[in-house]
């Protein structure tokens, strides 16, 4: 059973820094898209960063760009989100997402609508 548990959210002020973890367990780690996503109150949720595990591929959007990375730790089967010069637009729900890599692009955000999803943590940056 795939399990996601995200952690690492917090409360800091505009221009600090977080970093966030989601630990993953019920599958074969390289065999997966993964991607962090974020909803704020009346938003729709928003595609952060996205892999593909077993190539690295990575993409960001460009709200992130230069300010977020994303990293993973194979052995530990834990993906990262070091999230630096935060601003007030970046406060929301952070969600870890994963699904099964059988073709495709992982950094295409519908394909995780039928996928695994944590629990979310909670991010909030104030100005």
């Known amino acids: 059973q795939v399990q996601l548990v995200e952690s690492g959210g917090g409360s800091v002020q505009a221009g600090g820094s977080l970093r966030l973890s989601c630990a993953a367990s019920?599958?074969?780690?390289?065999?997966?898209?993964m991607g962090w996503f974020r909803q704020a109150p009346g938003k729709e949720r928003e595609g952060v960063t996205t892999?593909?595990?077993?190539?690295?591929?990575?993409l960001y959007a460009d709200s992130v760009r230069g300010r977020f990375t994303l990293s993973q730790d194979n052995a530990k089967n834990t993906l990262y989100l070091q999230m630096n010069s935060l601003k007030p637009e970046d406060t929301a729900m952070y969600y870890c997402?994963?699904?099964?890599?059988?073709?495709?692009?992982?950094?295409?955000?519908?394909?995780?609508?039928?996928?695994?999803w944590g629990q979310g943590t909670q991010v909030t940056v104030s100005s």
């Open positions: 997402a994963a699904d099964f890599f059988s073709g495709g692009s992982c950094h295409a955000g519908s394909r995780y609508n039928s996928g695994h």
């Open positions: 892999i593909h595990l077993g190539s690295n591929s990575t």
């Open positions: 019920g599958y074969t780690w390289s065999s997966y898209c």
